[in-house]
């Protein structure tokens, strides 16, 4: 079992609809991380969560703790949001992020 | 403009070719680390560097160097290419290592080698 996982690993929408990605994972973290990746391009990081919610225009990340679980929103979808996005964790402990799979998502017009 | 720059974005190599992919960050990040990712799989850490003069090897280090001589610079060597290693390689830099802090990441390196 992976130690962080995503779900779905890919979702094909029509553009405005409502949009959630979900991150589970099983190791204590102090921070997790939520990138997005156009095909061919680089990574950006969106947010970086401990606890709470944190919002940025259309996109909205949820962390809750307890149940180690994440969720990346997106409201009223545009195919300009068509990216992969990958869902990270990373632990005081060890130096490396732990990687979820990603979710390949398509936006259509 | 404040961020990680990477070069070359592009570049073929023949088997046995060495070269450096270049990694520089004006951020005064302490952390800095090279990424690589292929087809269909998540990203994988080759080496990373907490400081200067401090570096350690990550998931994929073989056939790879490194150094931190500065602060702002983090090199990647390739010994001597095998196309194995053709792949997208990423860098990336966060104010601290601890994770509590978020990541920048260069715009990539494409290595095809022949």
């Known amino acids: 079992k992976n130690e962080v996982e995503q779900s779905p690993q890919n979702l094909t929408a029509q553009e405005g609809e409502f949009i959630t990605i979900n991150c589970s994972y099983s190791?204590?973290?102090?921070?997790l991380h939520w990138l997005q990746q156009h095909p061919g391009g680089g990574i950006v990081s969106l947010f970086m969560?401990?606890?709470?919610?944190k919002k940025h225009g259309r996109l909205i990340a949820t962390i809750n703790i307890q149940e180690k679980h994440s969720s990346l929103h997106i409201t009223a979808s545009h195919p300009r949001d068509s990216a992969v996005y990958i869902c990270?964790?990373?632990?005081?402990?060890?130096?490396?992020?732990?990687w979820g799979a990603g979710t390949k998502l398509i936006i259509k017009p | 403009n404040a961020g990680v720059t990477q070069t070359p974005k592009f570049q073929v190599l023949k088997t046995g070719q060495s070269m450096t992919l270049q990694c520089a960050q004006d951020?005064?990040?302490?952390?800095m680390s090279w990424y690589r990712q292929d087809p269909g799989m998540g990203l994988r850490l080759i080496h990373y560097?907490?400081?200067?003069?401090?570096?350690d090897q990550g998931e994929v280090p073989n056939g790879y160097n490194v150094s931190r001589s500065t602060t702002e610079d983090f090199p990647l060597r390739l010994l001597s290419a095998a196309p194995s290693q053709t792949s997208v390689y990423f860098c990336?830099?966060?104010?601290?290592?601890?994770?509590?802090?978020?990541?920048?990441f260069g715009s990539g390196t494409r290595l095809t080698v022949v």
């Open positions: 990270a964790v990373s632990i005081d402990s060890n130096y490396q992020l732990i």
């Open positions: 951020m005064n990040h302490e952390y």
């Open positions: 990336a830099s966060s104010p601290r290592w601890t994770g509590s802090y978020g990541y920048t």
């Open positions: 560097s907490v400081g200067a003069g401090i570096t």
């Open positions: 969560l401990s606890s709470g919610k």
């Open positions: 190791v204590g973290i102090s921070a």
